[in-house]
């Protein structure tokens, strides 16, 4: 992928990785892009780096423009190693560069570069003259690690929001008109869910930063640019990080010998009669990825679990604790399943759900060995409750 002018004398020049699959556990089943951005005036900016490994790449989208060795700045906007790894490698091409970042984000590229260089640090409100273009510079703490920051460039209306607004989606065409909408919202949320569900105060914070900004083209660190469709992205983003529920229930379960799995079916059936829409989701079938997108709006999630050796199945124990790092939000719950000789599996997860910030909204239904009518009974029961619930909180 060459690099493309986004703007005038603005260019992308990171890199497309078509073939990653994991980002910390996020599975990137359409790759992604490490977004760097070049700003050529009288002095010469290069805005975020990409993934070590994939230098070579920048390197060469850079020549097509300049000679890497007349870069004055390299603005590293967020210490995450995707975008920093290559910051301080790169002054072996641009020698005479200052880093630029946040006083935190010094700190963070500090300990993870230890070495002689040399950074300035900029604030909110700061600004880096250019020439005819400014560099202006506003932290964006915790959105989503303490050192992240917004480069802004008022005469281009331009928003480099690092991580924010970004997705991982690995595309030829930079710019959101020329990719398809569905598509890239659907990898915005996807995103959002995985990296942003438990910052939604600071993203609301952010948006209102954002808002009092002149903006015509927010430029991420990952996916494409947003120019046509930015009403879209800060719409969804206000919905998503305001926790607002859709109508719209989710049955995550696993199974051992299938008693589970009839009771997890008994309520998908149940829902459908209390016209709720409703998605059954095994865990063993599904990775967290996904089903973390899905829970950020659903309105309700019943989740079930066996008994296995006194506790709940490690697919299930893995869900809840990465839901307890997700805090969802405005989320009905209950368990579910069924046991042997002994039971647990179901109390634990209830309380598990609970700490990820759930609503108990309804009792628990557990069974032994498999399930009876007046075990349906009861799930059919409390679904017609929870379902009540939902409608309560939810428009159709
Ligand atoms: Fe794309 Fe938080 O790094």
């Known amino acids: 992928m060459h690099s493309v002018e986004i703007a005038p004398n603005i260019y992308w020049v990171g890199y497309v990785d078509w073939n990653v699959r994991d980002f910390h556990g996020y599975k990137t089943h359409a790759g992604t892009t490490y977004n760097a951005y070049l700003v050529i005036d009288e002095k010469i900016a290069l805005i975020d ?16 423009r300049i000679d890497p060795a007349a870069i004055d700045y390299i603005v590293s906007n967020h210490t995450e190693p995707d975008h920093s790894s290559s910051v301080v490698s790169m002054l072996k091409h641009a020698p005479r560069a200052q880093i630029v970042a946040s006083p935190r984000g010094e700190k963070g590229l500090r300990h993870y570069y230890p070495g002689d260089w040399n950074c300035q640090i900029v604030k909110s409100g700061d600004t880096i003259s250019l020439g005819k273009l400014t560099l202006s510079f506003i932290e964006t703490p ?3 690690w303490p050192d992240s920051m917004f480069t802004y460039v008022p005469q281009e209306r331009l928003l480099f929001s690092m991580d924010a607004f970004g997705q991982h989606l690995a ?16 990898e915005a949320k996807t995103y959002y869910a995985n990296i942003l569900m438990h910052l939604g105060s600071v993203t609301s914070r952010t948006l209102k930063q954002a808002d009092e900004l002149a903006i015509q083209m927010i430029a991420p660190s990952h996916g494409v640019i947003w120019t046509e469709h930015i009403p879209e992205i800060i719409k969804a983003y206000q919905q998503w990080s305001s926790y607002t529920p859709a109508r719209k229930a989710l049955v995550i379960y696993d199974t051992m010998w299938g008693s589970t799995e009839l009771m997890a079916n008994a309520m998908v059936e149940a829902f459908g009669q209390e016209a709720i829409p409703v998605k059954l989701l095994r865990l063993t079938n599904n990775d967290l990825t996904l089903l973390a997108t899905e829970m950020l709006d ?6 079930g679990s066996p008994t296995l050796n006194n506790t709940m199945l490690p697919t299930v124990a893995a869900f809840l604790t990465y839901m307890k790092g997700l805090k969802p939000k405005n989320t009905l719950g209950m368990a579910f399943g069924s046991f042997g000789w002994r039971g647990g599996a ?13 609503e108990m909204a309804v009792d628990s239904v557990s069974c032994a060995y498999r399930p009876d009518a007046t075990t349906y009974q009861r799930c059919r029961e409390r679904v017609a409750e929870l379902a009540g619930h939902i409608r309560d909180i939810t428009t159709e």
């Open 346 to 358: 179901v109390d634990e997860a209830a309380n598990l759900m609970k700490e990820a910030g759930m």
């Open 49 to 64: 780096t990409v993934k070590a490994g994939h230098e070579e790449a920048l390197l060469r989208n850079i020549r097509e």
């Open 171 to 186: 595309s030829s065409e930079r710019l959101d008109r020329h990719n398809d909408l569905e598509v890239v919202m659907a």
């Open 142 to 144: 915790m959105l989503h």
């Open 298 to 303: 659903a309105a309700a999630v019943a989740v």
